[in-house]
């Protein structure tokens, strides 16, 4: 199975900084058919993950556009242009390109 | 708009079995495969099951194959769960993922709780 090493796993930030958390796979997620399939998440307390960046580098439609996703192969990046306090939770990333779906284990993001 | 209502979570023994359901809304149900996806108390999320449109082919996660089975009815609109011989490590809240080029949309989740 492919391993997500997500990192760091915690990350205190002061409000208006900017953030990146990083994933990199056991194995390139380059599937077959050129796509590559990797998914970040938010996840607030409580609350239902919510999916931020499809494909890499693919916004959800209404997620703002200080996120933005990025990388290839084996190194995947999620950068946050300057943090807002509605950003803390749990970040995870996850690859659908090989069997089965994996995710990271997640990165969680607090103010400081 | 699209909504995920899951529902049947609740507290079995070890040994036991539940059934978990999925009323799904705002889409059309049977275009798309769905999930199903856990997270333990405390812990990350981890992918339990899938379906593709008209339920003829599944898949699962090692650590429940064998034990639970996923299915659909694309007339009602309902993804369901069958969970048999449940243990500990099943303890967790069920989230129902349809899946659009990965998870988009994951429903409320339903907790389920295996202890004696």
């Known amino acids: 199975d492919v391993v997500m090493a997500q990192s760091p796993v915690s990350l205190p930030v002061t409000l208006g900084q900017p953030a990146s958390i990083s994933c990199r796979p056991s194995?390139?997620?380059?599937?077959?058919?050129?796509?590559?399939?990797l998914n970040w998440f938010h996840q607030r307390p409580g609350q239902s993950p919510r999916r931020l960046i499809y494909?890499?580098?693919n916004r959800e439609s209404g997620v703002p556009d200080r996120f933005s996703g990025s990388g290839s192969g084996t190194d995947f990046t999620l950068n946050i242009s300057g943090v807002e306090a509605e950003d803390v939770g749990v970040y995870y990333c996850m690859q659908g390109t090989h069997w089965p779906p994996s995710f990271g284990q997640g990165t969680r993001l607090e103010i400081k | 708009e699209v909504r995920l209502v899951e529902s049947g979570g609740g507290s079995v023994q070890p040994g036991g079995s539940l059934r978990l359901s999925c009323a799904a809304s705002g889409f059309t149900f049977s275009d798309y495969w769905m999930h199903w996806v856990r997270q333990g108390p405390g812990k990350g999320l981890v992918w339990v099951a899938r379906?593709?449109?008209?339920?003829?082919?599944?898949a699962y996660a090692d650590s429940v194959r064998g034990r639970f089975t996923i299915s659909r009815d694309n007339v009602k609109n309902t993804l369901s769960l069958e969970m048999d011989s449940l243990g500990g490590d099943d303890t967790a809240v069920y989230y129902c993922?349809?899946?659009?080029?990965?998870?988009?949309?994951w429903g409320q989740g339903t907790l389920v709780t295996v202890s004696s």
């Open positions: 379906i593709d449109y008209d339920g003829r082919h599944t």
């Open positions: 494909k890499v580098s």
């Open positions: 993922v349809r899946n659009n080029w990965g998870p988009d949309h």
């Open positions: 194995e390139s997620l380059v599937s077959d058919d050129g796509n590559t399939y």
